[in-house]
């Protein structure tokens, strides 16, 4: 008989969001192909100012878009090993791919914060917020190795999943940050909208990570409990 082929959701998830990160990468490949049409104060700009291409493209080669830039880069070349390993290891726990995605999160989140420290006003906020968040991915990732192979970690595991997300998202929702609301001022923001969408990424794989962690333990607590049951 043949064995019925079966959908991993996992694999669906991580296939849609590493698609989702080519949508970003091609606008900054059209960017820096048209710096003069991607620049949002290009019309602001002297005459002299036009005619100087570094000038024009300088937006391109801030450390906000520095920051997006590589952290778009890791996390499509880490979504494709998460696909890999999904696919060839099927049967795994997966234990390395959610310990080092929850630290690329917190390096993430602590590159952000020292960014926001760094600009000062109002970003302080976002900056101390994205520190903590940072420090609950660090610890997270800890609690990651502890459930796959103790089963369970008990409350702390969701408190810090639970509030390291959402004061990762504040940070990345504030006005100072990459905040919806402030969309209507940056249509034509191809930075903007790379440190928007890299943001919600990292976002997304810890949801992923933690979604992974929790399907994929040696010693799932149901599993025991029919043990129990049998015995």
């Not at 900056?127 to 970690?153: E, H, N, P, W």
Request: charged share 15%.
């Amino acid at each position: 008989m043949k064995k019925k082929f079966k959908l991993d959701i996992k694999i669906i998830l991580t296939s849609i969001l590493l698609l989702l990160t080519l949508i970003p990468l091609f606008s900054q490949i059209a960017a820096f192909a048209d710096p003069a049409g991607h620049n949002p104060m290009f019309d602001y700009l002297s005459d002299i100012e036009k005619a100087d291409m570094n000038v024009v493209k300088k937006f391109l080669f801030t450390n906000e878009n520095i920051i997006s830039l590589t952290f778009l880069a890791i996390i499509m070349g880490f979504f494709i090993l998460v696909l890999l390993d999904l696919i060839i290891r099927k049967k795994s726990t997966h234990i390395l791919i959610c310990f080092f995605g929850a630290i690329l999160a917190s390096a993430y989140a602590l590159t952000r914060s020292i960014y926001c420290f760094q600009t000062g006003s109002i970003s302080l906020v976002s900056g101390f917020t994205y520190a903590v968040s940072s420090i609950c991915f660090l610890v997270l990732s800890i609690f990651f190795i502890k459930k796959t192979f103790d089963g369970d970690c008990g409350i702390w595991y969701y408190i810090l999943l639970i509030v390291g997300g959402l004061l990762f998202f504040f940070s990345s929702a504030t006005s100072s940050s990459y905040s919806i609301l402030n969309a209507y001022s940056h249509s034509n923001d191809v930075v903007y909208w790379t440190g928007y969408a890299v943001s919600r990424f990292y976002l997304l794989l810890i949801a992923l990570l933690a979604f992974i962690n929790i399907s994929c333990d040696y010693f799932p607590s149901n599993e025991i409990k029919e043990v129990k049951a049998i015995n």
